[in-house]
């Protein structure tokens, strides 16, 4: 009897009509009370351990439980240990491609080689659809991509299926170049005559181009789809505008957009997103009224994007208008693109306004709001708002703790600063990750700790280059001009390649300890070893350490070899060096190397003119200048600093 009831609850089920569930479902609960075992998975119906069975009870588990899926197969291993008369093992090939599924969605690493173990017992392994299961199992952990390959190998007459499961999981972990290389394998015939690319195979790869850069192999495989007639593909066309847009080839992105024959959401989105990048918002408005009276509508990434562009304070409140009108102002995604919004346009006050009328319990608004106030220059806004959060017993992210550090680093609040670590430290989350770590360096050598920088360098688990250059300018710039230069050292012989801050820093630090031949020496290494093209940084570098050192000649030698034209701090430089070291004559012909004199208003250089002119005993010189600063109100900054004391 209870397998006619539940065959009659399916039908009303399908049928999905709420006045007819009300008696059946009653019926199956007086039923299950009564007598559960009835409805166990071995009980349902007699030919339960039929394969078919069992594979829809595991498939279905599968896309919505995994675990229960797994427990399924315990089960059913069971059930098949105690009935000699039928084996749910020997014809139901499917169970296992839906089980290494569910191992893929539950990362269980061990059960899914346990299944693989099964699948070989059995001699299933020929199976191409268990085979392709197995490999995009293998590909998604970096630790089995080696018998992922094997598996590969295995298949002896592979698909195209099989070959973007090694495409997709080889570009997933970052080798594109991978990839490519069985794209172009499939494109041969290597695989066979039959295994062509598809349309999922470009959008792999397309997307790869997008996520690693290389916008050049992408327009090649743009090439390769027109020459395959996949260019109207409308995945593939969302693919290639969000790969033009990013590395802004705009004008390509369009030609894009305007050949598809037919447009979704993503397509109007990825368009109204590549204007926004390119800075265009005129065309991304203009696209958005065109999109809004289609009859494809809009929705939050629209307005997101729209928002991102916007620099202009009526157009925003125009759009914040339309969204307050449609109901879309709380959605996390506007609220925040709303208050960066109005940021940009420099009303500051009234993204605190938009801010305060959000919901208090989205961390993304938080977020947001504190790094406007350091982009604005409030870092002690920023840092009032941590205390706000912890009275709300919010949980920060990896965001508002990058915001609260940087906030330390604008004010120089090393006290604040080590709260901030002690919650990274705290908090598991946070732990081992690269981009905090950075930050703290960096916020530890701007408040002039190289002592706790240098532990927190120790500690990271894995470092990247921005790590180690973090150090180096952290050293330089606190006058420990040996340690930036042994831990540039150190960086090297760890296989590390420096960039071009990397020198940046390396060069200040024997700038300012007087490393004259260490200096020339790395200038050399940046271009020659490691193809980094010298920069107006790197030279002010150079000229100041030899100005520094007193070899006028030789700074003077080294402007004239410049590739590019010496600015004005060039020359203040320079100057400045001729009156330290009594070089009088020198200087006064070096005042008329100042081209930007005569139509800019930097107080610096008219400071450094007249001191020179002071040195000389032209104090009518000296004079004429300082009036003209008068004259053109170019006062002169004072420099100040601030300390924070850890002690009471």
Not at 29 to 52: A, G, M, W, Y
Not at 301 to 312: E, G, N, Q, T, W
Not at 417 to 424: A, F, L, M
Not at 526 to 551: F, S, T, W
């Amino acid at each position: 009897m209870n397998h006619h009831l539940l065959i009659r609850l399916s039908q009303f089920l399908l049928q999905g009509k709420p006045s007819n569930l009300l008696s059946p479902l009653r019926i199956f609960q007086v039923h299950f009370r009564h007598s559960p075992k009835l409805f166990s998975t071995t009980n349902i119906c007699p030919q339960i351990q039929e394969p078919n069975k069992w594979n829809l009870m595991i498939r279905h588990a599968s896309a919505t439980s995994p675990l229960r899926a797994l427990s399924l197969f315990q089960e059913m291993r069971a059930v098949a240990e105690n009935d000699d008369r039928s084996n749910p093992f020997q014809n139901g090939p499917f169970i296992y491609a839906s089980l290494i599924k569910a191992c893929n969605k539950a990362q269980a690493l061990r059960e899914g080689k346990s299944i693989h173990c099964h699948v070989i017992r059995l001699g299933l392994d020929y199976n191409v659809n268990i085979l392709n299961s197995f490999l995009s199992f293998y590909m998604g952990s970096v630790n089995l991509m080696k018998y992922a390959a094997v598996v590969f190998d295995r298949v002896s007459e592979k698909s195209v299926v099989s070959v973007n499961c090694m495409i997709s999981g080889n570009v997933n972990r970052g080798n594109l170049d991978v990839g490519m290389s069985l794209f172009g394998k499939m494109l041969s015939g290597c695989f066979g005559s039959n295994v062509k690319p598809s349309y999922v195979t470009f959008v792999i790869l397309i997307s790869g181009c997008v996520e690693f850069g290389e916008c050049r192999t992408g327009n090649a495989l743009h090439c390769c789809c027109c020459k395959m007639g996949l260019d109207e593909n409308t995945e593939i066309c969302n693919a290639l505008i969000n790969l033009y847009a990013k590395y802004g080839c705009i004008w390509d992105a369009t030609i894009v957009f305007g050949d598809m024959p037919e447009k979704d959401l993503i397509s109007w989105n990825s368009m109204i997103w590549g204007y926004a990048n390119s800075i265009d918002f005129e065309k991304a408005l203009s696209l958005f009224r065109k999109m809004r009276f289609s009859d494809m509508g809009v929705d939050r990434v629209s307005f997101s994007s729209l928002l991102s562009a916007c620099k202009d304070l009526f157009s925003g409140r125009m759009i914040h208008a339309h969204v307050k009108a449609i109901g879309l102002e709380s959605d996390v995604s506007i609220g925040t693109a709303l208050i960066n919004m109005y940021a940009k346009c420099g009303k500051v006050k009234s993204a605190r306004m938009l801010f305060d009328e959000l919901p208090k319990q989205n961390i993304e608004y938080w977020n947001a709001m504190i790094h406007v106030y350091i982009q604005d220059g409030l870092a002690m806004e920023a840092m009032k708002l941590l205390n706000e959060i912890k009275c709300r017993e919010l949980e920060l992210d990896e965001v508002t703790v990058l915001g609260l550090i940087k906030a330390c680093r604008d004010t120089g609040e090393l006290r604040q600063g080590i709260r901030v670590h002690s919650i990274v430290e705290s908090n598991d989350l946070f732990k081992g990750s690269i981009l905090l770590g950075n930050a703290l360096i960096d916020m530890y050598a701007k408040c002039g700790s190289m002592a706790e920088a240098r532990t927190v360098f120790d500690r990271m688990p894995q470092k990247d280059v921005i790590s180690w250059t973090s150090m180096i300018v952290g050293h330089a710039m606190n006058g420990e001009g040996d340690k930036s230069l042994a831990t540039f050292k150190q960086m090297c012989a760890e296989k590390f390649v420096p960039n071009f801050v990397t020198f940046i820093g390396v060069l200040s630090a024997c700038d300012h300890a007087g490393l004259v031949d260490e200096g020339r020496k790395l200038y050399d290494m940046m271009y020659e070893v490691y193809n980094i093209k010298p920069q107006i940084e790197h030279c002010g570098c150079m000229i100041d350490m030899l100005a520094r050192a007193g070899k006028i000649e030789d700074a003077q030698k080294f402007i004239r070899n410049m590739p590019m034209e010496p600015n004005a701090l060039i020359w203040r430089m320079l100057m400045n060096a001729c009156r330290v070291h009594g070089h009088v004559n020198l200087g006064l012909n070096l005042v008329s190397g100042i081209t930007e004199l005569s139509t800019s208003n930097d107080p610096a250089d008219f400071v450094i003119s007249s001191n020179t002119f002071a040195e000389a005993g032209r104090w009518g010189d000296v004079i004429s200048h300082r009036n003209f600063m008068v004259v053109q109100k170019a006062h002169k900054s004072a420099g100040k600093s601030s300390v924070s004391y850890l002690t009471e």
